[in-house]
Structure formats: structure tokens, C-alpha cells
């Protein structure tokens, strides 16, 4: 598993194209498109992204723990959730939570599909402001 990086959001909106970044400690660098804004909802915060190259891959995380830094940067632990499809009316299924949190620092796991494979793979992301 690679080593686990730090997530650092900018406090708001995140632009549609912005892209998250892997900062896995070996191996080449894979970007990957969001394919929504980072939104307070209900008290939490949420990110909904897609993997590139497929329309059917959906990750969602949800934050906890979030912190303010003195550059206005929002730093939070990502619980991860599973992978899940995207409904036929173009809204998301609900996704299968997993009791399993990021153990090391601010940061988080999320679990993949990369393209062209046939296998889930595990990455580190990083979202770079």
C-alpha cells in the first residue's frame, strides 16, 4: 500500500476540472477529475469525483476532524466510503460506508478503479488548491 500523503482543500468551492493529484511514495502519478465541488452538507464536508476514463466509477468521502491553518487552507481526515455506481437518472446510489478511517495524520485512502484495469487499486490522492 503506498504511503499516505496529506489532504489539503481550499476552505469553499472546488472548481468542476479541478484535478486530484496521487502522491504515492513510488510509481507514476495518476490524475484524476472531480466531478463535483466540495460542499458543506449537513455539517460535514463531502467530495463526489469519478475516476478518468470511466462514467461509471463514483467515490465519495466524507471529512471529519476538519481544521482551519493559517493560510485559510482546510485540512481534514477523510473516512472513506466505497465505490458506488452512478444511477440511471444521472443522481448517486448511496454509498457503503467503511468503518475504516486513514491512520496516519490528515489524510485518507480511496479505493479506485484504474483505467484500463480490471482489478480495484489502491492509490493515495492528494487535492492540490
Known amino acids: 500500500m503506498p504511503a499516505v500523503r496529506r489532504l489539503v482543500a481550499v476552505a469553499g468551492a ?3 476540472g479541478s484535478v486530484l493529484t496521487s502522491t504515492a511514495a513510488a510509481g507514476p502519478s495518476t490524475t484524476v477529475a472531480i466531478d463535483a465541488e466540495i460542499s458543506s452538507v449537513q455539517g460535514e464536508l463531502h467530495l463526489v469525483g469519478t475516476v478518468a ?3 461509471d466509477d463514483v467515490v ?3 471529512a471529519s476532524e476538519c481544521t482551519i491553518t493559517r493560510t485559510g487552507a482546510v485540512e481534514c481526515d477523510f473516512e472513506r466510503y466505497r465505490k458506488v455506481e452512478q444511477e440511471r437518472d444521472g443522481g ?3 454509498p457503503l460506508e467503511v468503518p475504516e478511517k486513514a491512520g496516519v495524520g490528515k489524510a485518507f485512502f480511496w479505493q479506485a478503479r484504474v483505467a484500463g484495469a480490471d482489478t480495484d487499486v489502491w492509490r493515495t490522492y492528494r487535492l492540490d488548491p
Open 60 to 62: 465519495v468521502y466524507r
Open 53 to 55: 476514463g470511466s462514467k
Open 92 to 94: 448517486f446510489a448511496v
Open 14 to 16: 472546488v472548481a468542476l
